[in-house]
């Protein structure tokens, strides 16, 4: 159950978090949290159009009124942008990393996001981690599925030693 990397607390006694926590990263970073906030927003908002018809708003939706320009959905995404910078600070200032890879429904608008979440980076990481650079996952919002199934494809392969894998080649 390691590395559940969305369900570390960044904001204590805060945004209720689905597996019961308050304040978890997933809360804040996540395509979910960003809906939520788009559509309480959209309510009492008179500078946006989206969430105007009385259809239910998608992420899509926001991103693409923010192409045309709409402030809201804009200033939406900048912050989402920012929050995800926040949590990819923590998370390389943990782990040392020079690479981080975002995954998820977010990322199909990782190319809108990265300026955002760069320039965070850029300005509150750490000296030694201010060049980190964030890519998008090849695999989009499936990576986690593939991957989940990589580990379950490879238990039940018996183990095979490195002489035994040599001893084939």
Known sequence: MAAHIGHMSVVPNSELCPC????????????????????ACAIVSEETTFGKSGSPVHSRDVFAAGRSGDVLANRLIDEEAEILGWGFVSLVQIFSRDVVIMGGG??????????????????WAMPAFKDLTVVRAALGQNSG????????????RPQESASALAARR
């Open 145 to 156: 599925l593939v991957g989940a199934a990589a580990l379950a494809f490879l238990a039940d």
């Open 106 to 123: 977010l990322s199909h608008e990782f190319d809108r996001l990265r300026p955002g979440i760069q320039d965070y980076i850029a300005r």
């Open 20 to 39: 019961g926590n308050r304040g978890c990263f997933k809360a804040y970073g996540s395509g979910t949290a960003f809906t939520k906030r788009a559509r």
